[in-house]
């Protein structure tokens, strides 16, 4: 079994700043890449950052030169630091990893995905 759980979410003014985590735990053999996702109401899921083990990132249009995803492999982490938030940034935000975990056949990978974190922006 593995579990992700997301944090760090809260209420924010416009302009302000939040750091989102992602812990990962079980029984993991290796994890691959690492993303974070949101929701807003009546909206889509989409992808916010996207993190290979190597460290190499890439971020939707919307966030880049404000949001930095990070991760520490050796603590099974990754961060979402997000400064300058606007009013199209409040969401619910996830992160989503691809794990290899071992079980009784082996090495097993699959997605998984944490319960979200709600971040909302004031003015």
């Known amino acids: 079994q593995v579990q992700l759980v997301d944090s760090g979410g809260g209420l924010v003014q416009f302009g302000g700043s939040l750091r989102l985590s992602c812990a990962a735990s079980?029984?993991?053999?290796?994890?691959?890449?690492m993303g974070w996702y949101r929701q807003a109401p009546g909206k889509q899921r989409e992808l916010v950052a996207h993190?290979?083990?190597?460290?190499?990132?890439n971020y939707a249009d919307s966030v880049k030169g404000r949001f930095t995803v990070s991760r520490d492999n050796a603590k099974n982490t990754m961060f979402l630091q997000m400064s300058s938030l606007k009013p199209e940034d409040p969401a619910v935000y996830y992160c989503?990893?691809?794990?290899?975990?071992?079980?009784?056949?082996?090495?097993?990978?699959?997605?998984?995905w944490g319960l979200g974190t709600q971040v909302t922006v004031s003015s």
């Open positions: 989503k990893a691809t794990i290899g975990i071992t079980d009784h056949t082996g090495i097993s990978i699959g997605d998984y």
């Open positions: 079980g029984s993991i053999y290796s994890i691959y890449n």
């Open positions: 993190i290979t083990p190597g460290g190499v990132t």
